[in-house]
């Protein structure tokens, strides 16, 4: 099925590790993006890409890494986990600013 | 402030209510969108609007682009329909609301 797809689903680090979370769609959407969702704070964008080698930082990129080398994979690295980063995070696709999001299961990650 | 602000934050109804959650915004959007959230769950995309109106049957949403505000309608409330909405606008870039968590009951 069309989609994004994200793995792992659950994820338990010390603190410290590193860690990559993947994504990839096969919708050929040019627009990616990782969000983090922690309670009362709804959805906050870590970093997002407009298109393969194009990548840009969201309202909370501390901590984080990412790279677009091909228009359907966009991972997310943790380069240095920290409690502070506990929380479910979602990647998103779309065709563009004119169409709808599609996004992934999300992964829920506790840093220990 | 948030760019995008949401109310009522949480909705209680009866099963077979009326529910309006609304969504207004501060920033130049070119589009408007309302996700769902199942609890424990991942995030669908209900719909997307710039302007007017869009049904998709019991759920209903409308933009007034003028001022700045949006509604997500729920016509005939179900169980199933409890979930957190999440209304999104995209501009220069994407902006969300903080989510209204709805709890229908039977």
């Known amino acids: 099925n069309a989609g994004v797809t994200q793995t792992p689903k659950f994820q338990v680090l010390k603190t410290g590790q590193s860690m990559t979370l993947q994504c990839a769609q096969d919708m050929n959407h040019e627009y990616m993006s990782w969000y983090r969702q922690d309670p009362g704070m709804g959805l906050r964008l870590i970093h997002y890409s407009v298109g393969a080698g194009i990548t840009d930082q969201g309202e909370v990129p501390n901590g984080y890494n990412v790279s677009r080398s091909t228009t359907e994979d966009f991972p997310l690295r943790l380069l240095s986990a920290a409690p502070s980063q506990t929380s479910v995070y979602f990647c998103?696709?779309?065709?563009?600013?004119?169409?709808?999001?599609?996004f992934g299961s999300g992964t829920r990650l506790t840093v220990v | 402030k948030n760019e995008v602000e949401q109310s009522p934050q949480n909705l209680t109804a009866q099963e077979g209510e009326f529910i309006t959650i609304n969504c207004s915004y501060s920033?130049?959007?070119?589009?408007l969108h309302w996700l769902q959230q199942h609890p424990g769950g991942g995030i669908v995309s209900l719909f997307m609007l710039s302007s007017g109106k869009k049904k998709h049957g019991r759920l209903i949403a409308t933009i007034n682009i003028q001022e700045k505000h949006s509604s997500l309608h729920i016509t005939a409330s179900h169980p199933r329909d409890s979930a957190v909405y999440i209304c999104?606008?995209?501009?220069?870039?994407?902006?969300f609301g903080t989510g209204t968590s709805l709890t229908v009951i039977p």
């Open positions: 999104a606008g995209t501009g220069n870039q994407f902006y």
């Open positions: 920033v130049g959007i070119s589009a």
């Open positions: 998103a696709s779309t065709g563009g600013l004119a169409y709808g999001y599609t």
